[in-house]
C-alpha cells in the first residue's frame, strides 16, 4: 500500500524548494537594488523577473494548500507558533508586490517604491528564513497543540538564519542578473558575487556548527548510519560548488554562477531535510502523527496530480518565452 504521508511530503517539499529558488532570486534583486544607483539599470532588474514574478509565489501558496490537505495539524500548530513572523513576511511581500507594480507608473515618487521595494524584499526574505531557524529550533506542543508562546520564535538562531535567507538569496539574485544582464550591470554582479559566495559559506558554516551543538537530537540524527553517508559529501559539494562559482565569476561565464548556486541551494535543501526527518513539527510528531486520514489525503493527490503538472508546463513556458538577455532601453514591465 502506498504510504500517502510520505507521498505528500515530496510534494510539499518539491513546493518549497521550487518556491525557495523561483521567488529567491525575485527577492534577491530587491535586496541587491541599493548596490546599483542609476534608474534605467534598476529598471533592467526588475524587467528581469516582470513577466515571471507574480506567478513564482504559485509554489508557496501550493505548499500552505498542501500542508492543510495532508497535514492539518502542521498547519494549525505552526501557524499558531510562528503567526507573528508569518504576518510580517506576507506584509512585506504585500509592500513588494505594489511597489514592483506602481513603480513603472510613477515619476515623482518613484523613489519611493525603490524604497518600498527594497525593504519589502529585505524583510520578506528575513521573516522567512526567521520562519526557518524557528522551525528547526523545534515548536513546543501538549497532545498536538502549541503550547509555547508568541515569542518563541525570537531567538539568536533564528535571527541568525533569518539573516542568512537574505544573503541566499542576494546570492541567487546576483547569479540571475549575471545570467541575464549585459554590459555594467553584469560587471558589478560579477564583481558582488565571490562577497556573497563567501558570505554564504560562513553562514553554512556556522549553523552546520551550531545546529548540532544546541540541538542533540539532530545532532543523533546526522551522525547516524546512513544518515551520515547521504550527509558527508554534502560539505564537500559545497565546497566545490562555491569553488566553481567563483571560478566562473572569474571567466565570466554567464550561465555557470547561477547553475552551482542553484546546486548550493539544493545541498542546504538537502541537509535540511534529513536533518528534521521523520518529525515534521520538531522536536516530536512525526509525519504519520500528523497525518490526516488517508481518504483526505489521496482525494487532494488526486488534484494535486492534475494541477502540478499544468503549473510547471506554465512555469517552464514563461522562462522559456523570456529566456533572453534584458538590456537599458528594452521594452519591459510598463
Known sequence: MLDLSLIWVVIIAFGVFTYVVLD??????GILFPFIKDHQERDVMMNTVAPVWDGNETWMVLGGAGLYAAFPLVYSTVLSALYMPIILM????????????????????????????????????????VI????????????????GNALDWVTPFSL??????????????????????????????????PKLTWALLFIFLAVSVYTPLQHAAIAARWFAIPNIWYLGPIPILV?????????????????????????????????????????????SITIWEAASPRSSQLFALVGAVILIPIIMIYTAMSYWVFKDKVRVGDEGYH
Open 24 to 29: 529567491g532570486f525575485d527577492l534577491g534583486i
Open 90 to 129: 506576507v506584509i512585506a511581500l504585500i509592500f513588494r508586490g505594489v511597489a514592483f507594480e506602481f513603480r513603472f507608473k510613477a515619476h515623482r515618487t518613484k523613489y519611493l517604491w525603490d524604497i518600498a521595494f527594497i525593504w519589502g524584499s529585505i524583510f520578506a526574505s528575513f521573516f522567512q528564513g
Open 132 to 147: 526557518l531557524g524557528a522551525y528547526i529550533q523545534g515548536i513546543r506542543t501538549e497532545h498536538g497543540v502549541f503550547a
Open 160 to 193: 541568525f538564519t533569518g539573516v542568512g535567507v537574505v544573503v541566499m538569496y542576494a546570492a541567487l539574485g546576483c547569479a540571475w542578473l549575471i545570467l541575464k544582464t549585459e554590459a555594467s550591470l553584469q560587471q558589478m554582479m560579477y564583481s558582488l558575487m
Open 239 to 283: 565546497l566545490l560548488c562555491s569553488y566553481l562559482i567563483l571560478k566562473a565569476c572569474k571567466g565570466e561565464h554567464d550561465k555557470k554562477p547561477f547553475i552551482y548556486t542553484l546546486g548550493l541551494v539544493f545541498l542546504a535543501f538537502i541537509g535540511f531535510m534529513v536533518s528534521l526527518y521523520p518529525y515534521i513539527i520538531p522536536p
